[in-house]
């Protein structure tokens, strides 16, 4: 445009005029401005694509790194149950950082009103309560910018001063405020997204959207010949802590079962509230072995955590059935959840507190096996014995009463040689009964 309008012969003629007056300087100005916005839309395109909230402050912050460099830039986001996270960056690095905020709800009537980028200072004095900006003050903040929707407050975002520069130029902050504004449409996305598919009180996912899961996990295991681990969890005697002591005490048997799953799973692993007080888990690349290993490391961790209620010590306990993806056993979810389910219920018939193990019965072993031409089935009555794999192969148990270690958990550790006796020795090995439809391995609490 600029190329056209210069060889204009008007423009050639009255070109000192023009110049002197600033209109070839006005046209560059304005040729940045598009060029800016058109690079603005295609961050907004690529910070709505996020589907996840950590891919997403991994690229804003990428996207402000090109302009400046903040000394911090922190999030604090409020879901829609009133639970507070927070992230930092420091120099554009992920840091950890203590703030003592527990909600954002001081803040929506101000925000609510002022829904824009403010400087600090201008921040500071309108809001006119020191002691929470006060809290806010280590973090150095220049700029603070609300994340602000339908629904009210979900969240600000500090950013504190450049590294290289006294204060920000105007077109950076204006830069800041639009990408912001597209930030924070795509963080309340996130949040209310995470609200449709979490469990309120437990903030574990829910049945619908672990099934989903599941489903596509089994998909993936069968293309990737991997194995895939699913346990089956439900609270011993749950209906005595209502009964006896109140459903809020139910309700904190619940969160804090929860909480130990969160803290204690592999970030591929996928915890759910299954309903009431049973609880489901997905594990990715899992064999039936590991996925015992795993369910004897939850149980005795919460057989092992102290809960108290007004003042009462609250003994609480798990049953577990397991169930696992492998060559002998190529089912669908609800057929997977369903083993799982049947090994539960045999660690609830054989005692509680304990973990159960499902597996394909020998005549149904010795089927698939044949179909696959890999083994010969060797006659002889009620001893006919098949080949077997690693995958059938007896799980270990711990007896009663041991304290043995935990079970190793990595995939190139076998969990039957961590020596799961308590030390004493081999690790017994108790075989449930078997049929043509499935045998059950018990592991006694």
Known sequence: MKSAFSNDPRVLENYNLLQTIGVFDEIDAQQKR???LEELLQQATEVFSKTSLESLLEYVVDCISDRFIPEKLVFILQDRSGNVQHYGYRTLKPYDFKIDISTLDQFEPFFIQYPQTLQFELFEFKFEHPETTEKLKSFNPEIVVPIVGLNGLYGIILVSSKIFEP????EELHYLDRLMNFTSITIQNNIHYLSAVTDAKTHLFNHGFFIKRLTEEIAVSRDFDQGLGLI???I???KGF???YGHLAGDLVITRIASSLNHALRRSDLAARFGGEEF???LPRTNRQQSWAIAERLRLIIAEQEIYYQGKKLSVTVSLGCSAIHPLNQVDADTLLEQADKALYESKRSGRNRTSVYRPGLLVSATILRERGEVA????????RVSDVDENAPVPVLTDGAGGEDPAIHADVDPLTQGLDGGNGAAQIEQGVGSSYGIWDHCPG
């Open 377 to 384: 089935v060797l006659t002889g009555g009620d001893d006919s």
């Open 236 to 238: 011993d005697h749950f």
């Open 280 to 282: 489901t888990i997905m």
């Open 167 to 170: 204060h920000y130029f105007d």
């Open 34 to 36: 598009v060029s800016d």
């Open 232 to 234: 089956v969890m439900d």
């Open 242 to 244: 209502n009964d006896n």
